[in-house]
C-alpha cells in the first residue's frame, strides 16, 4: 500500500522532461566554438539529479522516522534508509561521468577517461565536494544496518543531512555573487525537502507496517506531524529567500522561464499545506482511536506525494534553467504564469474554503459569464504586460491581480451546482486564448514562446479544470469536512 504511495513521486519525471523539452534543455545546440553536449548526457543528467534528490529525501525520512521519531528504533525503516542511501550513491557516482560529458562535451564513452575523472574530482570544487557526499552516503549506507539506539540513529541522520546540503555550495547558488545566503539557504530548502517528504512517506509505511500497536502509530505519526510543520515553514522561508537572491523584481517571475517555475514551485506548496493541514485535522488526530482513520491518512498522503513529486521534478528543471537577468517593459508574460494564476492559484484558493457568501451568491447563479472573464482576464492581462506603457513591476502587479481575482470568480461559479457548462465553456476559450496571446507576442516583433511552451500551458491549464470538476464531485481529498454551505438562487 505504501509502495504505491511513493510511486507517486514518478509524477516529477513526466514534468522535469517536459519542461525541459519546452525549454530546448535536451536538444544539442552545436553552437559555433563551444564542444557540443550529447543528447544522452543532457536527458541523463537531469534524471540522474531527479533519483539523487528522492534517494536523499526517502534515505533522510526512513531515519528520522526509523531512528528518532519511532517510540523504538524500527529496523525495517533503517534497512530501507540503507538500501535507498546506495541508490544514491551510484546515483552520484553517474554524476561523475555524466559532468565531465557535459563540461567538456564529451560522448559518454570518452567521459571515463581516469586522467581528466581524477582532475575533476580533485581540481574543481564540484568534484571535491562530490567526493565529500560520496563518502558520507558511503557511510550512511554501512551505518544504517548499525543502528541500534537514539546515538547511533542521530549520528546516521547528522551525515545524511550534510550529505543532501551539500549540493547547495555547487550549481547556481554556489555560483551566485550573494554566495553565503544563496547556499545556506538553499542547504536548509535541500534539507527540509528531504525530512519532510521523505519522512511522510516513511510515517506512512510505519504506521501501514503489519502489527503496529495504535499507540506507536499515533506517538510517531503526532512526532512527525510536528517536525513537518518545522519543514514547511524553513523550505518556503529558505526557497523565497533563495528566489529572491536570483530574480530580479517579481516582474520576472512571470515573464521568465526561471520566474514561472518559481511561481509554479509556489503554487504546489500552497496547495501541499492545505493537504497537510487537512491530515492532521482529519487523520492524525484520530489515528490510535478512530479505525478508519489510516484509510484517512494514506489518502490524502497519496495525494501529498504526487504533488510533492511534482515540486521536485519542477526543482529539477529549475537548477538546469539559468536564472534571469530582470525583466524590462515591453517583456512577455509566459502563458504558463497566465494559467498559474489563473487557474491554478484561484483552484487552491477554492479548495482551501476561500469562498464568501456573497460571492458565491453571484457567482453562482450564472456561471458562464465567469468562464468568459476569465479568458478574457488573461487576454487583457498579457497586452497590460506586454504594452510596456506602465513600469514593468506595476504592470505585473495589475495583471496578476486581474488574473487572481477573475480566476477566483471563475472557480467559485465552476464549483457551484451549475458549474459544469461554465469549466467546459473554459476548458474550450482556454485553447485559442491562449494561441492568441502567444501569436500576438510574435506579431508584436519579439521572440515568441514556442508551441511546445504554449501547449503545455494549455496541458497545465485544461488540467486544472478537470481538477475543478473533480472538486466538484469531491473527489480531491475533503474527507470528513463538512459540505461547504451552498445558497440556491431561484
Ligand atoms: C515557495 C516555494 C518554493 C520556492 C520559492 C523554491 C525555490 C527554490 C530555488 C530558488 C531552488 C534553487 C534552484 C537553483 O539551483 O537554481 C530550489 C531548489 C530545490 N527545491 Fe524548491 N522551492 C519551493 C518549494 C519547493 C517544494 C514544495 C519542493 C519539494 C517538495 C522543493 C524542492 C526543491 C529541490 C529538491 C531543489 C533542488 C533541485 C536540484 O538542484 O536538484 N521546493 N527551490
Same mark, same amino acid.
Given at each position: ?146 543502528? &541500534? ?16 546540503? &551539500? ?7 554556489? *555560483? ?44 510517531? &505519526? ?11 515553514? *524553513?523550505?518556503?522561508? $529558505? ?5 529572491? &537572491?536570483? #530574480? ?179 476548458? #474550450? ?58 445558497? $440556491? #438562487?431561484?
Amino acid at each position: 500500500m505504501t509502495r504505491r504511495v511513493a510511486l507517486g513521486l514518478l509524477a516529477g519525471v513526466p514534468i522535469l522532461l517536459l519542461v525541459l523539452a519546452t525549454l530546448d534543455a535536451l536538444r544539442e545546440t552545436g553552437i559555433p566554438g563551444l564542444p557540443v553536449v550529447p543528447w544522452q548526457t543532457l536527458w541523463a543528467l537531469p534524471l540522474d539529479r531527479w533519483i539523487r534528490d528522492i534517494a536523499a529525501a526517502l534515505t533522510l525520512g526512513c531515519v528520522v522516522v526509523g531512528g528518532l521519531l519511532a517510540p523504538r528504533p524500527d529496523a525495517r525503516l533503517l534497512r530501507a534508509a540503507s538500501l535507498c542511501a546506495v541508490v544514491w550513491l551510484v546515483a552520484l557516482a553517474c554524476q561523475i561521468p555524466l559532468t565531465v560529458s557535459e563540461l567538456l562535451g564529451r560522448p559518454w564513452a570518452d567521459s571515463l577517461d581516469p586522467v581528466i575523472v581524477a582532475s575533476l574530482l580533485t581540481q574543481t570544487q564540484l568534484g571535491q565536494f562530490l567526493v565529500v557526499q560520496i563518502v558520507l552516503v558511503g557511510f550512511v549506507v554501512i551505518l544504517g544496518w548499525a543502528v &541500534l539506539g537514539r546515538v547511533t540513529g542521530a549520528v546516521v541522520l547528522a551525515l545524511a543531512l550534510a550529505a543532501a546540503m &551539500l549540493p547547495a555550495l555547487s550549481g547556481h547558488s554556489g *555560483l551566485h555573487s550573494g554566495h553565503t545566503a544563496a547556499s545556506i539557504s538553499l542547504a536548509i530548502h535541500l534539507a527540509s525537502v528531504g525530512v519532510w517528504v521523505g519522512g511522510l512517506i516513511a510515517v506512512c509505511a510505519y504506521v501501514m507496517s503489519p502489527g503496529r500497536t495504535p499507540t506507536d502509530a499515533g506517538v510517531t &505519526l503526532r512526532r512527525f506531524s510536528v517536525l513537518a510543520l518545522v519543514c514547511v515553514l *524553513l523550505l518556503a522561508e $529558505s526557497g523565497l529567500l533563495n528566489a529572491s &537572491l536570483r #530574480v530580479d523584481g517579481i516582474a520576472t517571475l512571470i515573464t521568465t522561464p526561471y520566474g514561472t517555475l518559481i511561481l509554479a514551485k509556489s503554487v504546489l506548496l500552497c496547495a501541499l499545506v492545505i493537504l497537510g493541514w487537512r491530515q492532521r485535522r482529519y487523520a492524525v488526530s484520530g489515528i490510535d482511536t478512530e479505525p478508519g482513520a489510516r484509510a484517512v491518512l494514506l489518502r490524502f498522503a497519496a495525494f501529498e506525494v504526487v504533488l510533492m513529486g511534482l515540486a521536485i521534478g519542477l526543482a529539477v528543471a529549475l537548477s538546469r534553467t539559468a536564472p534571469p537577468t530582470g525583466a524590462i517593459a515591453g517583456d512577455r508574460i509566459t502563458t504558463a504564469s497566465l494559467t498559474l494564476l489563473a487557474l491554478a492559484l484561484p483552484l487552491v484558493l477554492v479548495w482551501a474554503g476561500a469562498r464568501p457568501a456573497p460571492l458565491v451568491r453571484i457567482t453562482e447563479a450564472y456561471p458562464e459569464p465567469f468562464a468568459v472573464t476569465v479568458v478574457v482576464a488573461a487576454i487583457v492581462a498579457s497586452i497590460i504586460v506586454a504594452a510596456g506603457a506602465v513600469p514593468i513591476g506595476l504592470a505585473t502587479l495589475v495583471a496578476g491581480v486581474i488574473l487572481v481575482l477573475a480566476g477566483w470568480a471563475f472557480a467559485l461559479a465552476a464549483t457551484g451546482p451549475r458549474g459544469v457548462p461554465a469549466i467546459l465553456l473554459a476548458m #474550450v476559450l482556454w485553447i485559442p486564448a491562449l494561441w492568441w496571446t502567444a501569436l500576438s507576442w510574435t506579431a508584436l516583433g519579439d521572440p515568441a514562446e514556442t508551441p511546445l511552451q504554449v501547449g503545455l500551458a494549455i496541458l497545465a491549464g485544461e488540467g486544472c479544470l478537470a481538477l475543478l470538476l473533480l472538486l466538484r464531485e469531491r473527489r480531491l481529498p475533503r474527507t470528513a469536512e463538512p459540505a461547504p454551505a451552498t445558497v $440556491s #438562487v431561484p
